[in-house]
Protein backbone atom coordinates (compact mmCIF):
# COMPACT_ATOMS: atom_id res chain seq x y z
CA UNK A 1 0.00 0.00 0.00
CA UNK A 2 1.46 3.39 -1.07
CA UNK A 3 0.16 6.20 0.49
CA UNK A 4 0.52 10.17 0.24
CA UNK A 5 -0.64 12.41 3.51
CA UNK A 6 -1.74 15.75 1.57
CA UNK A 7 -1.04 17.78 5.03
CA UNK A 8 0.91 17.12 7.89
CA UNK A 9 2.17 20.05 9.94
CA UNK A 10 5.97 18.48 10.47
CA UNK A 11 7.10 21.92 11.36
CA UNK A 12 5.55 21.80 14.29
CA UNK A 13 7.41 21.89 17.62
CA UNK A 14 6.01 18.35 18.54
CA UNK A 15 8.46 17.12 15.52
CA UNK A 16 11.32 18.95 16.47
CA UNK A 17 12.94 16.53 18.81
CA UNK A 18 12.43 13.03 16.36
CA UNK A 19 11.19 13.73 12.48
CA UNK A 20 13.26 11.15 11.35
CA UNK A 21 11.91 8.53 13.99
CA UNK A 22 8.58 9.51 12.81
CA UNK A 23 9.55 9.31 8.95
CA UNK A 24 10.59 6.23 9.86
CA UNK A 25 7.61 4.61 11.04
CA UNK A 26 5.33 6.76 7.95
CA UNK A 27 7.20 4.59 5.53
CA UNK A 28 7.31 1.49 7.74
CA UNK A 29 3.64 1.81 7.43
CA UNK A 30 3.04 2.60 3.84
CA UNK A 31 2.68 6.68 3.59
CA UNK A 32 6.07 7.40 1.45
CA UNK A 33 5.52 11.03 0.56
CA UNK A 34 3.99 13.89 2.70
CA UNK A 35 3.18 17.17 1.72
CA UNK A 36 4.12 19.75 4.81
CA UNK A 37 1.84 22.41 5.80
CA UNK A 38 2.82 26.02 5.60
CA UNK A 39 0.15 28.19 7.65
CA UNK A 40 2.45 30.92 8.54
CA UNK A 41 5.03 33.25 7.47
CA UNK A 42 7.53 30.85 9.42
CA UNK A 43 6.37 28.13 8.92
CA UNK A 44 5.91 28.45 5.00
CA UNK A 45 9.84 29.00 4.94
CA UNK A 46 10.30 26.15 7.13
CA UNK A 47 7.91 23.46 5.33
CA UNK A 48 10.11 24.42 2.66
CA UNK A 49 13.68 23.73 4.12
CA UNK A 50 12.09 20.41 5.05
CA UNK A 51 11.02 19.67 1.89
CA UNK A 52 14.78 20.67 0.69
CA UNK A 53 15.86 17.98 3.42
CA UNK A 54 13.80 15.68 2.30
CA UNK A 55 13.83 15.40 -1.33
CA UNK A 56 11.11 13.17 -3.06
CA UNK A 57 9.86 12.16 -0.08
CA UNK A 58 8.54 15.88 1.67
CA UNK A 59 7.44 18.61 -0.41
CA UNK A 60 5.33 22.20 1.06
CA UNK A 61 3.07 24.72 0.87
CA UNK A 62 3.24 28.26 1.29
CA UNK A 63 0.06 29.93 2.74
CA UNK A 64 -1.76 31.89 5.70
CA UNK A 65 -3.56 30.23 7.62
CA UNK A 66 -6.63 32.46 8.38
CA UNK A 67 -5.93 32.43 11.93
CA UNK A 68 -2.90 34.77 11.17
CA UNK A 69 -4.33 36.96 8.85
CA UNK A 70 -4.19 39.81 11.11
CA UNK A 71 -0.23 39.27 10.76
CA UNK A 72 -0.28 39.62 7.07
CA UNK A 73 1.92 42.24 5.63
CA UNK A 74 3.25 43.10 2.27
CA UNK A 75 6.82 41.61 3.79
CA UNK A 76 4.76 38.75 3.87
CA UNK A 77 2.83 38.79 0.74
CA UNK A 78 6.20 39.14 -0.77
CA UNK A 79 8.09 36.32 0.71
CA UNK A 80 5.21 34.01 -0.17
CA UNK A 81 5.39 34.76 -3.54
CA UNK A 82 9.09 34.01 -3.33
CA UNK A 83 8.60 30.41 -2.26
CA UNK A 84 5.34 29.40 -3.90
CA UNK A 85 7.48 29.88 -7.41
CA UNK A 86 9.98 27.45 -5.60
CA UNK A 87 9.54 23.84 -7.60
CA UNK A 88 9.46 21.92 -3.71
CA UNK A 89 6.27 24.23 -3.39
CA UNK A 90 3.36 22.62 -4.60
CA UNK A 91 0.28 24.74 -3.48
CA UNK A 92 -0.70 27.98 -2.37
CA UNK A 93 -1.63 27.51 1.36
CA UNK A 94 -2.83 26.83 3.50
CA UNK A 95 -5.33 29.95 3.03
CA UNK A 96 -9.10 30.28 3.59
CA UNK A 97 -11.53 31.34 6.74
CA UNK A 98 -12.42 30.75 9.84
CA UNK A 99 -15.33 31.85 11.39
CA UNK A 100 -15.45 29.34 14.41
CA UNK A 101 -12.64 31.01 16.06
CA UNK A 102 -11.90 34.42 14.83
CA UNK A 103 -8.74 35.00 15.80
CA UNK A 104 -8.50 37.53 13.19
CA UNK A 105 -11.28 39.80 12.22
CA UNK A 106 -13.48 38.50 9.23
CA UNK A 107 -12.36 41.22 7.04
CA UNK A 108 -8.57 41.20 7.45
CA UNK A 109 -9.19 37.18 6.50
CA UNK A 110 -11.43 38.47 3.72
CA UNK A 111 -8.34 40.56 2.22
CA UNK A 112 -5.76 37.93 3.28
CA UNK A 113 -7.49 35.00 1.51
CA UNK A 114 -8.09 36.85 -1.52
CA UNK A 115 -4.31 38.28 -1.94
CA UNK A 116 -3.78 35.00 -1.99
CA UNK A 117 -6.29 33.13 -4.40
CA UNK A 118 -4.30 35.98 -6.48
CA UNK A 119 -1.32 34.46 -5.52
CA UNK A 120 -2.17 30.97 -6.76
CA UNK A 121 -3.13 32.76 -10.19
CA UNK A 122 -0.11 34.50 -10.80
CA UNK A 123 2.02 31.32 -10.00
CA UNK A 124 -0.48 29.00 -11.20
CA UNK A 125 -0.22 26.84 -8.69
CA UNK A 126 -3.27 24.13 -7.16
CA UNK A 127 -5.06 25.82 -3.37
CA UNK A 128 -4.66 25.02 -0.26
CA UNK A 129 -7.94 25.48 1.11
CA UNK A 130 -9.07 26.10 4.98
CA UNK A 131 -12.58 27.09 5.49
CA UNK A 132 -14.80 26.47 8.79
CA UNK A 133 -18.01 28.04 9.86
CA UNK A 134 -17.59 30.54 6.99
CA UNK A 135 -19.11 28.57 3.78
CA UNK A 136 -20.99 31.33 2.87
CA UNK A 137 -18.68 33.98 2.44
CA UNK A 138 -15.67 31.09 1.09
CA UNK A 139 -17.32 29.81 -1.64
CA UNK A 140 -18.21 33.63 -3.22
CA UNK A 141 -14.92 34.36 -3.27
CA UNK A 142 -13.58 30.92 -4.26
CA UNK A 143 -16.34 31.02 -7.34
CA UNK A 144 -14.83 33.91 -8.71
CA UNK A 145 -11.11 32.94 -8.80
CA UNK A 146 -11.73 29.07 -9.06
CA UNK A 147 -11.31 28.96 -13.11
CA UNK A 148 -8.23 30.80 -12.96
CA UNK A 149 -6.49 28.30 -11.08
CA UNK A 150 -5.43 24.66 -11.85
CA UNK A 151 -6.69 23.15 -9.11
CA UNK A 152 -7.89 23.50 -5.39
CA UNK A 153 -8.21 21.58 -2.36
CA UNK A 154 -10.92 21.82 0.43
CA UNK A 155 -8.42 20.56 3.38
CA UNK A 156 -9.79 18.55 6.37
CA UNK A 157 -13.36 18.55 4.68
CA UNK A 158 -15.61 18.51 7.83
CA UNK A 159 -19.08 20.45 6.67
CA UNK A 160 -22.46 19.46 5.27
CA UNK A 161 -23.53 17.65 2.16
CA UNK A 162 -24.77 20.77 0.45
CA UNK A 163 -21.41 22.04 1.11
CA UNK A 164 -19.58 19.19 -0.29
CA UNK A 165 -21.76 19.37 -3.69
CA UNK A 166 -20.62 22.98 -3.72
CA UNK A 167 -17.11 22.12 -3.82
CA UNK A 168 -17.77 19.46 -6.31
CA UNK A 169 -19.50 21.65 -8.35
CA UNK A 170 -16.62 23.78 -8.69
CA UNK A 171 -14.23 21.02 -9.51
CA UNK A 172 -13.33 21.16 -6.34
CA UNK A 173 -10.70 17.98 -4.49
CA UNK A 174 -11.65 17.12 -0.91
CA UNK A 175 -8.70 16.25 2.02
CA UNK A 176 -10.68 13.84 4.36
CA UNK A 177 -8.87 13.41 8.17
CA UNK A 178 -9.22 11.61 11.05
CA UNK A 179 -12.35 13.94 11.93
CA UNK A 180 -14.27 11.12 9.89
CA UNK A 181 -12.71 8.37 12.93
CA UNK A 182 -14.45 10.87 15.45
CA UNK A 183 -17.75 9.55 17.41
CA UNK A 184 -18.96 12.51 18.79
CA UNK A 185 -18.83 15.10 15.46
CA UNK A 186 -17.45 13.17 12.27
CA UNK A 187 -20.25 10.20 11.68
CA UNK A 188 -22.11 12.60 8.95
CA UNK A 189 -18.72 12.58 7.15
CA UNK A 190 -18.95 8.21 6.89
CA UNK A 191 -21.94 8.81 4.75
CA UNK A 192 -20.52 11.82 2.52
CA UNK A 193 -17.84 10.10 1.95
CA UNK A 194 -19.55 7.88 -0.47
CA UNK A 195 -20.03 10.96 -2.48
CA UNK A 196 -17.06 11.90 -3.06
CA UNK A 197 -15.92 10.54 -6.65
CA UNK A 198 -12.39 8.93 -6.48
CA UNK A 199 -10.75 11.39 -8.30
CA UNK A 200 -11.32 14.25 -6.32
CA UNK A 201 -10.89 12.03 -2.94
CA UNK A 202 -7.71 12.97 -1.22
CA UNK A 203 -6.82 11.64 2.48
CA UNK A 204 -4.49 13.29 5.18
CA UNK A 205 -3.73 13.25 8.93
CA UNK A 206 -2.94 17.08 9.65
CA UNK A 207 -0.87 16.18 11.94
CA UNK A 208 0.08 16.45 14.99
CA UNK A 209 -3.41 17.27 15.26
CA UNK A 210 -6.56 15.23 14.85
CA UNK A 211 -5.49 11.75 15.90
CA UNK A 212 -7.87 9.15 14.60
CA UNK A 213 -10.22 8.20 17.92
CA UNK A 214 -10.45 4.40 16.53
CA UNK A 215 -6.49 3.85 16.40
CA UNK A 216 -6.30 0.67 19.09
CA UNK A 217 -4.01 0.46 20.70
CA UNK A 218 -4.95 4.31 21.28
CA UNK A 219 -1.72 5.94 22.21
CA UNK A 220 -1.13 7.26 25.59
CA UNK A 221 0.28 10.55 23.94
CA UNK A 222 -2.59 12.77 22.03
CA UNK A 223 0.09 13.63 19.00
CA UNK A 224 -1.18 12.73 15.29
CA UNK A 225 1.43 11.79 12.87
CA UNK A 226 1.55 10.47 9.39
CA UNK A 227 1.82 6.95 9.85
CA UNK A 228 -1.93 6.66 11.12
CA UNK A 229 -2.22 7.80 7.44
CA UNK A 230 -2.72 4.09 7.04
CA UNK A 231 -5.80 3.35 9.23
CA UNK A 232 -7.79 6.50 8.39
CA UNK A 233 -7.72 5.02 4.81
CA UNK A 234 -8.90 1.67 5.55
CA UNK A 235 -11.80 3.71 7.74
CA UNK A 236 -12.35 5.33 4.87
CA UNK A 237 -12.33 2.10 2.70
CA UNK A 238 -14.48 0.73 4.39
CA UNK A 239 -17.12 3.57 4.56
CA UNK A 240 -16.91 3.70 0.95
CA UNK A 241 -17.72 -0.13 0.60
CA UNK A 242 -14.30 -0.63 -1.34
CA UNK A 243 -10.99 -2.78 -0.19
CA UNK A 244 -8.79 -0.53 1.54
CA UNK A 245 -6.35 -0.78 -1.30
CA UNK A 246 -8.54 0.55 -3.77
CA UNK A 247 -8.77 3.66 -1.86
CA UNK A 248 -5.07 3.76 -1.02
CA UNK A 249 -4.38 3.71 -4.91
CA UNK A 250 -7.00 6.09 -6.44
CA UNK A 251 -6.44 8.78 -3.22
CA UNK A 252 -2.47 8.31 -4.04
CA UNK A 253 -2.74 8.89 -7.70
CA UNK A 254 -5.10 11.76 -7.17
CA UNK A 255 -2.75 13.30 -4.91
CA UNK A 256 -0.12 13.07 -7.51
CA UNK A 257 -2.20 14.18 -10.23
CA UNK A 258 -3.06 17.20 -8.24
CA UNK A 259 0.52 18.22 -6.67
CA UNK A 260 2.18 17.19 -10.04
CA UNK A 261 4.44 14.19 -8.83
CA UNK A 262 5.73 11.57 -10.43
Known sequence: MDLLDIGANLTHESFHHDLDAVLQRA???GVTRM?????SRDGSRHALELARRHPGELYATAGVHPHHAIDYDDATDTLLRELAA????????ETGLDYNRNYSPREVQLAVFERQLQMAVEVQ????LHQRDAHDDFIALLRRYRDKVPAAVVHCFTDTGEALRDYLALDCHIGITGWICD?????????????IPADRLMIETDAPYLLPRTVRPHPAHRRNEPMYLRHICEEIARDRGEPAEVTAANSTATAQAFFGLT
Open 27 to 29: HAH
Open 35 to 39: IVTGA
Open 86 to 93: QPEVRAVG
Open 183 to 195: ERRGTHLRELVRE
Open 125 to 128: KPLF
